[in-house]
């Protein structure tokens, strides 16, 4: 983003020759103070991406934390102290939700970033609707996979796994759910409960973990329930908690899970889980996959493993996303705008489009000669 700024922000010159005389250019403007409301997951990371593309913009910037990561918003301040900007141009605020909403409401503020749940954004646009002012919402998602009849499928397994229960699926664009072409389906079925069964689940201190808690036993029961729940419609669990005896109720310790028999029915293929389970389903054909990674409330990301490009475009056209990934996947590319469809959220950050949505255009037209 800052080596992009200089260009991205540049005066908009107006050319046109059929204008002699005049001098026509827009200018992006900074919008003012930006309140940028974090989450936890990824607590320096997030936080990044809207601080340091609103700071180049010309904004400062008031940083609230989640209240499980608060001391990442004060290093921030320390780091930025350190590096020599100037005083208040950043700043970070411990708040409660009620001190949030009234900070939200507060005048002076010009731009909400917001990442988080449903639920939250919708908190969040209302208390700025008492406002003439825009918000910036990532509220997560339930992204789906494709795995395609010509897909390479050990490279695939490899990468869904890892998509799936990497940070224990506490990702916004981890993989949610997955769609295999019955073709492929029983090989990738196998190969895909065969790695997830060599995960480590441990302190995340151990150098031999590869799967750590969840981060709190709250998310790790509301997990739970959807998997219980989803058992008792049908589906069908491959992974044996017993293998991962770290694994408790009633602690965030909980083991992957990889769930066959499902459909979308069940709370497990269409709600956020945020968790260590994946739902797989077999499917015919392109046009059913279509339908069903489409069959959401949500679209932040979504991907599809083949290797016809061609067919990855044609089908990307028609899924609705902001991000569309071809043989890869939970990945974030700061040189595309990073958006979401529906109820995944609205704003765009990162990229050069990402300084649109943290100015605003001024337009100078000056008249050169007056007689």
């Known amino acids: 983003m800052t080596s992009i700024a200089e260009e991205g922000l540049k005066d908009v010159e107006i050319t046109d020759s059929d204008k002699p005389g005049f001098k026509r250019f827009i200018r992006k403007e900074p919008l003012g103070p ?25 904004n400062t910037v008031i940083l609230k934390q989640s209240s499980q990561t608060p001391l990442c918003a004060e290093r921030f301040a320390e780091a930025f102290k350190e590096a020599g900007l100037p005083d208040n141009v950043f700043q970070f605020l411990h708040m409660s939700h009620i ?75 981890a993989i949610e759910r997955i769609y295999v072409h019955e073709k492929v389906y029983e090989e990738f079925i196998q190969k895909f409960v065969d790695l997830t069964k060599q995960y480590k689940l441990g ?16 998310a790790a029961e509301f997990v739970r329930n959807q998997i219980e729940e989803a058992v008792n419609q049908g589906a069908k669990p491959l992974i044996e908690t017993a293998l991962f005896p770290q694994d408790k109720k009633q602690t965030p310790y909980m083991a992957p899970q990889v769930l066959v028999n499902v ?40 991907s599809i493993w083949t290797k016809d490009p061609d067919a990855a475009v ?28 529906k109820n995944s959220g609205r704003g765009c950050t990162l990229s050069k489009f990402g300084f649109d949505y ?14």
């Open 34 to 58: 930006i309140l940028i409301i974090a989450a936890w997951n990824y607590p320096y990371l997030i936080s990044i991406n809207g601080v340091v593309p609103a700071l180049l913009a010309g």
């Open 99 to 173: 001190d949030t909403e009234k900070a939200i409401k507060n005048p002076l503020i010009a731009y909400i970033n917001f990442t988080g749940s449903v639920e939250g954004g919708r908190e969040i646009q209302k208390a700025a609707s008492t406002k003439f002012i825009a918000t910036g919402l990532e509220l997560g998602g339930k992204d789906p996979a494709y795995v395609r009849h010509d897909a390479d499928i050990d490279y695939t397994v490899e990468q869904l796994v890892d998509g799936s229960f990497f940070n224990s699926g506490q990702c916004c664009c």
């Open 203 to 218: 302190d995340p201190l151990n150098p031999d973990t590869t799967l750590g808690p969840m981060v709190r036993t709250k």
């Open 263 to 302: 459909n979308h029915s069940m709370r497990v293929m269409t709600e956020e889980s945020f968790g260590p389970v994946i739902g797989i389903m077999k499917v015919s054909s392109d046009e059913e996959a279509i339908r069903l990674m489409n069959d959401s409330e949500f679209g932040l990301t979504a």
């Open 314 to 341: 044609a089908i990307g056209n028609e899924i609705d996303t902001g991000t569309w990934f071809m043989n890869r996947c939970d990945y974030l590319d700061p040189a595309l705008a990073w958006v979401g469809v």
């Open 358 to 371: 943290l100015t605003r255009p001024k337009s100078f037209h000056l008249k050169l000669v007056t007689k």
